[in-house]
């Protein structure tokens, strides 16, 4: 269980045609916390009834002993009344009062720890609303604070700031206007700094993918040396023999160190080259000898049982039931879980922030045609969608193509689920809801604004995947 989670309303844009666990809370804390307490007392009672089953046993066959030693020491320092050889009482693991004890501990202390990170889940995760207006509203400079959050170096200022662009392009027309009219903000005007932001994290996407499939091989190209460019030193002294410099063994002067001699020079020829002359006898009759021995010692089965592919067999077989355990689970490398390490980052996900920057896009750009009074919104139109689209294919050739492959301890993969990565999923359809509502926006007059046919045949085609998979969903349920 995922206890530090935080769930915020940050859902995809076509909220209407995802089907998903709603994480949208109410937007008062207090309801939160009365709706979802009494399901945390109930974890809380089910663990301290286990607590105060195995509590005590454990306690008075580890615990008790060292913490008596400890009392007692600490009790004769302050009173020394007491004597060195107090004995420890005997009391049984399932005595009433150490049963109450346990259960009671158990329960406050695990009702401090859930409580206090339910409440501060809770609180963290509340809108980037302050009165009725984001959270930049009070600021000297309100886009200024907003950019900057935006380009912020830490990722939960970053993640609140997009999800305060989100709201901002819903919900808060008059702060959009101020946005779009923004031209003399330091660094240029608002909105080409915003969608400059917001461009580039959804980019992101499509770069760790393109670096997880060709690795850049410039920091190994700068560290081989070619060695015909070295230069060394001149020679000083004379060159290194080439014939042997072991000094020769004395001459045998009796027959038993002419044994010896003639010994030792066979051995060292088999050792060294086995496989020609003498030695290569010597080796084919080992290895008949080794096969004769073990055809004659062992049965076929037994022979069977210590073979080298019977071996690896029951290893395999064994590896692959722990990996399915409870205990083998951490050490599991699930394809969603490379998915989004390399699609969203690591070491966390990034997918709610590139959803915010796909949803603020989406609406500014649809509520500039009204509200963008000197139409600079309208040029950026194609590179929005081009970036769109490109984040789409990526995405989509990472789970469906063979860029990525099931490790192999991912023991639970099937190939008819390689799509049910959730993020992706709902990133994918951000995307859709985004080309879709841009194209039902500026569709119409494209080659005005720069739309190239080609993009706009690829974004109508990527926006009609999800009516397409609607029709069917509904053909499959009449």
């Not at 109450?100 to 409580?115: E, P, V």
Request: net charge positive.
């Amino acid at each position: 269980m995922d206890y530090d989670k935080i769930r915020g309303s940050v859902d995809p844009v076509d909220q209407a045609s995802t089907p998903q666990e709603s994480s949208q809370a109410p937007a008062n804390p207090v309801e939160q916390l009365k709706s979802r307490f009494p399901k945390l007392l109930q974890e809380i009672g089910i663990i301290s009834s286990f607590s105060a089953v195995i509590g005590p046993i454990v306690y008075s066959l580890t615990v008790r002993k060292t913490a008596w030693r400890i009392s007692h020491a600490c009790a004769r320092f302050l009173q020394r009344d007491i004597p060195s050889k107090a004995e420890l009482s005997i009391i049984p693991p399932y005595h009433i009062t150490l049963i109450i004890r346990s259960l009671i501990s158990s329960f406050c202390l695990l009702l401090l720890w859930r409580g206090s990170n339910l409440a501060f889940s809770v609180y963290v995760a509340q809108e980037p609303v302050k009165r009725g207006q984001p959270l930049t509203q009070d600021s000297s400079d309100p886009n200024g604070s907003l950019i900057n959050g935006l380009r912020s170096r830490k990722s939960l200022v970053r993640a609140f700031s997009f999800w305060e662009l989100a709201k901002i392009s819903q919900s808060f027309p008059q702060r959009r206007i101020s946005i779009f009219k923004d031209i003399d903000c330091p660094g240029g005007p608002a909105w080409s700094q915003i969608s400059s932001e917001c461009l580039k994290m959804i980019q992101g996407i499509h770069t760790r993918i393109l670096e997880s499939s060709s690795p850049s091989t410039q920091h190994q190209q700068q560290l081989f040396i070619n060695p015909d460019q070295l230069q060394s030193l001149p020679r000083m002294g004379i060159p290194p023999k080439e014939e042997a410099v072991v000094l020769q063994p004395p001459a045998p002067s009796n027959k038993r160190e002419l044994v010896e001699s003639k010994v030792g020079s066979f051995a060292k020829s088999v050792g060294n080259n086995p496989a020609s002359g003498n030695g290569s006898s010597v080796v084919q009759k080992s290895k008949y000898y080794l096969e004769q021995a073990r055809t004659k010692l062992l049965s076929p089965e037994q022979q069977q049982a210590v073979s080298l592919a019977h071996v690896q067999s029951t290893f395999n077989a064994y590896l692959t039931r722990s990996l399915r355990s409870g205990f083998g689970q951490p050490f599991r490398q699930t394809f969603a879980r490379r998915v989004r390490s390399i699609a969203f980052g690591q070491p966390f996900s990034e997918c709610v922030t590139i959803v915010d920057a796909i949803d603020a896009l989406t609406r500014m750009a649809t509520a500039s045609i009204q509200e963008d009074d000197y139409g600079k919104v309208a040029r950026d139109i194609p590179t929005i969608v081009q970036t769109f689209i490109t984040t789409h294919q990526s995405l989509e050739n990472l789970i469906v193509g063979p860029l990525l492959q099931p490790h192999w301890t991912d023991v639970e993969f099937q190939e008819s689920r390689r799509e049910e990565v959730r993020d992706v999923q709902v990133t994918l359809d951000a995307l859709r809801h985004g080309l879709r509502e841009l194209m039902n926006a500026f569709g119409a007059f494209a080659p005005e604004i720069g739309l190239e046919g080609k993009d706009v045949r690829a974004a109508e085609m990527i926006a009609g995947k999800k009516e397409k998979k609607k029709t069917e969903m509904m053909e499959g349920i009449e």
